[in-house]
Antibody
Framework: EVQLVESGGGLVQPGRSLRLSCTAS????????MSWVRQAPGKGLEWVGF??????????EYAASVKGRFTISRDDSKSIAYLQMNSLKTEDTAVYYC??????????WGQGTTVTVSS | DIQLTQSPSFLSASVGDRVTITCRAS??????LAWYQQKPGKAPKLLIY???TLQSGVPSRFSGSGSGTEFTLTISSLQPEDFATYYC?????????FGQGTKVEIK
């Protein structure tokens, strides 16, 4: 079964850091770009960023709201994608979803992990 | 950034109705558009990609059309399980962006 499982969410104070993990199974992880999408409480979807597969350079793109603070990386040997979040703000409070792919739609989604930024 | 505007934001319809949701882009995005369905408390689900290609396993009552700046998602005969929020997403340029969503509720 193709599956993505996020972990690492929780309550964190403003200005602190948090790292989310996305563990993939059921497909050849290294063949796919991986994206992160978030959803603030009661709001719509916001694309956070993505990382290309190694075949396409493994490079990253980010939304302006997180650029310079968030970093996406991947460990193909472990089938894990990461979202390192630094200098967190209250407006980063959201459910964070890991997804597979981007250019042709994000076809597999994790269940989401909740990040709450509050003092 | 490319802005996507969905209309309507809210839609009330009955089972069996034909429903159309529009997504307009602030600049041309060719056919790099996807549609998602999200139910409360659940992750979104990909319905359509490349503007008109039905994702595997998605019922054929869903269809997408358009290119450039105007796109539509059509549900030919609304079913009880289709009551949800629908989002469009542009994949033409970075950052990728979503529309604000269209909530489809039971009349």
């Amino acid at each position: 079964e193709v599956q993505l499982v996020e972990s690492g969410g929780g309550l964190v104070q403003p200005g602190r850091s948090l790292r989310l993990s996305c563990t993939a199974s059921g497909f050849t992880f290294g063949d796919y770009a991986m994206s992160w999408v978030r959803q603030a409480p009661g709001k719509g979807l916001e694309w956070v960023g993505f990382i290309r597969s190694k075949a396409y350079g493994g490079t990253t793109e980010y939304a302006a709201s997180v650029k310079g603070r968030f970093t996406i990386s991947r460990d193909d040997s472990k089938s894990i994608a990461y979202l390192q979040m630094n200098s967190l703000k209250t407006e980063d409070t959201a459910v964070y979803y890991c997804t597979r792919g981007l250019l042709y739609g994000m076809d597999v989604w994790g269940q989401g992990t909740t990040v709450t930024v509050s003092s | 950034d490319i802005q996507l505007t969905q209309s309507p934001s809210f839609l009330s319809a009955s089972v069996g109705d034909r429903v159309t949701i529009t997504c307009r882009a602030s600049q041309g995005i060719s056919s790099y558009l996807a549609w998602y369905q999200q139910k409360p408390g659940k992750a979104p689900k990909l319905l359509i990609y490349a503007a008109s290609t039905l994702q595997s396993g998605v019922p054929s009552r869903f269809s997408g059309s358009g290119s450039g700046t105007e796109f539509t998602l059509t549900i030919s005969s609304l079913q009880p399980e289709d009551f949800a929020t629908y989002y469009c997403q542009q994949l033409n340029s970075y950052p990728s962006t979503f529309g604000q969503g269209t909530k489809v509720e039971i009349k």
